[in-house]
């Protein structure tokens, strides 16, 4: 971009829902600009997976797992996050983008995403009201900080360090921490 060219304008989630860059990068909106996301690491994908398996196997419907996850607030034009995966007790219709009304978001962090993923992600992940319970899991060691809705403006946060046991009242359903990262860490 030269001096003289004009800024880019901020896209709206509708626009970056359709928008095409030509490549298999997948991208986050993030202030209505683009924002591509690195290559996860095998323990990111190990997790994400074993994530997956543990929620899917304990969830009774209408509930489902939803893997790559997009994350739309209603009021927020300019931002559409993809989680590594939520759950949603909605429907789903054919073609849906955004996850409806989800549960539980999940977010995988690694060195280089902890610091946003903990940050502005899990703040407006809370701004949700769907939204019942927020899983950070570290992907470096065995840790998991579980956030649960008290209220409407309420959370309160479990620090699981090693083995443990998550729990979901939102679903009725725990999981141990020893499920998800067996053979990972």
Same mark, same amino acid.
């Given at each position: 971009?030269?001096?003289? *060219?004009? $800024?880019?304008?901020?896209?709206?989630?509708?626009?970056?829902? !359709?928008?095409?860059?030509?490549?298999? &990068?997948?991208? @986050?909106?993030?202030?209505?600009?683009?924002?591509?996301?690195?290559?996860?690491?095998?323990?990111?994908?190990?997790?994400?997976?074993?994530?997956?398996?543990?929620?899917?196997?304990?969830?009774?419907?209408?509930?489902?797992?939803?893997?790559?996850?997009?994350?739309?607030?209603?009021?927020?034009?300019?931002?559409?996050?993809?989680? *590594?995966? $939520?759950?949603?007790?909605?429907?789903?219709?054919?073609?849906? !983008?955004?996850?409806?009304?989800?549960? &539980?978001?999940? @977010?995988?962090?690694?060195?280089?995403?902890?610091?946003?993923?903990?940050?502005?992600?899990?703040?407006?992940?809370?701004?949700?009201?769907?939204?019942?319970?927020?899983?950070?899991?570290?992907?470096?060691?065995?840790?998991?900080?579980?956030?649960?809705?008290?209220?409407?403006?309420?959370?309160?946060?479990?620090?699981?360090?090693? *083995?443990?046991?998550?729990?979901?009242?939102?679903?009725?359903?725990?999981?141990?921490?020893?499920?998800?990262?067996?053979?990972?860490?």
């Amino acid at each position: 971009m030269r001096m003289s *060219d004009p $800024a880019p304008r901020p896209m709206t989630v509708e626009e970056f829902l !359709v928008w095409d860059d030509g490549t298999d &990068i997948r991208y @986050e909106l993030v202030g209505g600009q683009p924002v591509a996301m690195a290559p996860p690491a095998a323990t990111h994908g190990a997790l994400a997976s074993a994530v997956m398996i543990q929620l899917g196997t304990r969830l009774r419907p209408p509930c489902r797992t939803i893997s790559e996850a997009g994350i739309r607030l209603s009021d927020h034009e300019d931002i559409y996050f993809q989680a *590594d995966v $939520a759950v949603t007790c909605q429907p789903l219709k054919p073609g849906m !983008v955004p996850v409806p009304d989800p549960t &539980i978001i999940v @977010e995988i962090l690694s060195p280089s995403t902890a610091q946003f993923d903990r940050g502005r992600k899990l703040a407006i992940y809370r701004e949700i009201p769907s939204v019942q319970e927020i899983l950070l899991l570290d992907s470096t060691k065995r840790r998991a900080e579980l956030w649960h809705r008290e209220d409407e403006r309420s959370w309160v946060v479990r620090d699981v360090i090693g *083995d443990g046991t998550l729990h979901f009242p939102s679903v009725g359903i725990e999981i141990p921490m020893a499920a998800l990262y067996e053979g990972v860490l």
